[in-house]
């Protein structure tokens, strides 16, 4: 059947790969991105949700009538212990969870009314521990709170709402922090068993089966897309 996804950070990486997937599938896109992007597939709408108040957000999710949402904007600032500004902090979880929650109840009517829905967040595999991440990780361990509790109250309604925790994969976002032959881009790859980079196709994969009627009993849940790097931190 055919549904509307709203896809936040879909002009390039994971939600991007999402996108193309989805709309391969039959599917109509909603985008929200900071820059626009060549020949995406569906309707994008160019907002900075770094600055943009709730206000304009929640009017473009309304007026859209999505069926789904994918939380996949993230902020990254890199900052060891000692170093970390609460204006930072407080930047980063602004950015990862406000568009979130608001995305999220702005839509929650129209799902409810049809009795269908699905709200996916995209966290992190850094939740579970990360030298210089204490700010992104905090948010991406919240939006794994946020899933679970939603799904809690969702649960008799149709809504299904998740959370997919990728490991280091190989988008803009993760070179920018992470370039070819860096320290940092040695140390995430001796975490993954597999020996390499996720694909953002590979995520979006999940998330596409997350979002489908195929995995209407399943929700509360964070599923790790990391090449085995969740078991090897927990074997830690």
């Known amino acids: 059947m055919k549904r509307r996804f709203l896809i936040t950070g879909a002009s390039k990486g994971i939600g991007l790969a999402l996108a193309n997937r989805l709309a391969s599938q039959g599917h109509d896109i909603v985008g929200i991105a900071r820059n626009n992007v060549d020949s995406f597939p569906g309707k994008l709408h160019l907002l900075d949700?770094?600055?943009a108040g709730g206000g304009?957000?929640?009017d473009i999710v309304e007026r859209s009538a999505v069926d789904g949402i994918v939380n996949?904007?993230?902020l990254v600032r890199a900052e060891p212990l000692g170093a970390i500004a609460v204006s930072t902090l407080e930047e980063v979880m602004r950015?990862?969870?406000?568009?979130?929650?608001i995305t999220s109840q702005a839509a929650l009517s129209g799902m409810r009314s049809r009795g269908w829905g699905r709200i996916v967040n995209v966290s992190s595999l850094t939740v579970l521990g990360s030298v210089e991440r204490t700010s992104y990780a905090a948010a991406k361990a919240a939006l794994?709170?946020?899933a679970r509790n939603w799904a809690l109250e969702l649960a008799s309604s149709g809504i299904t709402v998740n959370a997919v925790s990728p490991g280091p994969t190989e988008t803009e976002l993760f070179r920018q922090n992470n370039p070819v032959g860096s320290e940092g881009e040695a140390r995430y790859l001796s975490g993954v068993p597999m020996r390499r980079f996720g694909r953002p196709e590979e995520i979006a994969a999940t998330i596409a089966f997350l979002l489908s009627d195929d995995a209407a009993f399943i929700t509360g849940q964070t599923l790790h897309v990391d090449g085995g790097a969740s078991i090897g931190k927990a074997a830690l």
């Open 56 to 58: 304009e957000l929640a």
């Open 144 to 146: 794994v709170s946020f």
């Open 72 to 74: 996949n904007v993230g």
């Open 95 to 101: 950015v990862n969870l406000h568009p979130a929650l």
């Open 49 to 51: 949700l770094a600055d």
